[in-house]
C-alpha cells in the first residue's frame, strides 16, 4: 500500500513566521504535489515536482515555495505566513506517466495562521 | 488557465434515491480520476478513464467519460449513508502531469 504521511496533522503559526510543511511518500513515485483545500474552493494546486530538483508552479503559488532534494521528500515552505494562508494543506504523489496515473494522499495539515 | 467545473455544488438526497455529479474541462483531457472524500478525511482515489466514451462500473457507482474528453460523470444508484461525502474530479490536461481538481460535489444522504 503506498503511504504518504505529512508532518503534522494540526499546526498553529504567527504571523510572519516561516512554516515548515513535510510529506514523504514511501513507493517510489517521481510526481508530488502540494494542495490547499477551502470550502467552497475545492482543491487548489500550490506546486507539484516531477522529479528531484524539480518543481513546477501550480495555480496558486504566491507566498510559497518549494523543495524537494530526495525523491521521496516534498517540502512545502510559506516564508512569511499569512492569516490568508490558514487552511488544509494536502500532499499527494504519483507516478510519472503523461497518460496519469492514480494520486494517493496524505492526511492532510491543517493549519492556523493568528 | 485550465479550468474544470463540478455541479452541483451540494446535493442531499432520501436514502435510496439515484446521485449524479457532472465534471466539465475548459481544455481537452487525457485522462480524468475521480475521488471521495468522507468529512474529515482526506480524497482517495475512486477511478480513472482515459478513452473517450469510456463507462466504468464499481458496483452502484458508474463513471462516464465523455466523448470529446472534456467532460465526465459520476453516477449514483440506490444511494446509502456510506455514500456521504465530497466527491471530486480531478483531470491531466493533455501533455502535463499536473492534476487540477474540480471543486467537489458534497453528497449527504438522509437515511
Known amino acids: 500500500d503506498v503511504k504518504v504521511t505529512q508532518s503534522s496533522r494540526y499546526l498553529v503559526k504567527r504571523t510572519g513566521e516561516k512554516v515548515f510543511l513535510e510529506c514523504v511518500q514511501d513507493m517510489d513515485h517521481e510526481n508530488m504535489f502540494w494542495y490547499r483545500q477551502d470550502p467552497g474552493l475545492g482543491l487548489r494546486l500550490i506546486y507539484f515536482?516531477?522529479?528531484?530538483?524539480?518543481?513546477e508552479k501550480g495555480d496558486i503559488p504566491e507566498g510559497y515555495s518549494v523543495s524537494r532534494e530526495k525523491k521521496e521528500r516534498f517540502s512545502l515552505i510559506l516564508e512569511s505566513a499569512s492569516t490568508n494562508q490558514t487552511s488544509m494543506y494536502l500532499c499527494?504523489?504519483?507516478?510519472?506517466?503523461?497518460?496519469?496515473?492514480?494520486?494517493?494522499f496524505g492526511p492532510g495539515t491543517r493549519l492556523t495562521v493568528l | 488557465g485550465q479550468q474544470v467545473m463540478q455541479i452541483p455544488q451540494y446535493q442531499h438526497v432520501q436514502e435510496g434515491e439515484d446521485f449524479t455529479t457532472y465534471c466539465n474541462s475548459s481544455t481537452t483531457l487525457s485522462n480524468i480520476q475521480w475521488y471521495k472524500q468522507r468529512p474529515g478525511g482526506h480524497p482517495v482515489f475512486l477511478i480513472q478513464l482515459v478513452k473517450s466514451g469510456e463507462v466504468k462500473k464499481q458496483k452502484r457507482l458508474t463513471f462516464q467519460f465523455g466523448e470529446a474528453k472534456k467532460n465526465s460523470s459520476l453516477h449514483i444508484t440506490a444511494t446509502q449513508t456510506t455514500d456521504v461525502g465530497t466527491y471530486f474530479c480531478?483531470?491531466?490536461?493533455?501533455?502535463?502531469?499536473?492534476?487540477?481538481f474540480g471543486t467537489g460535489t458534497r453528497l449527504k444522504v438522509l437515511a
Open positions: 480531478a483531470g491531466t490536461a493533455s501533455g502535463t502531469y499536473k492534476y487540477i
Open positions: 515536482s516531477y522529479d528531484v530538483k524539480m518543481k
Open positions: 499527494a504523489s504519483s507516478l510519472s506517466s503523461l497518460a496519469g496515473s492514480s494520486g494517493f
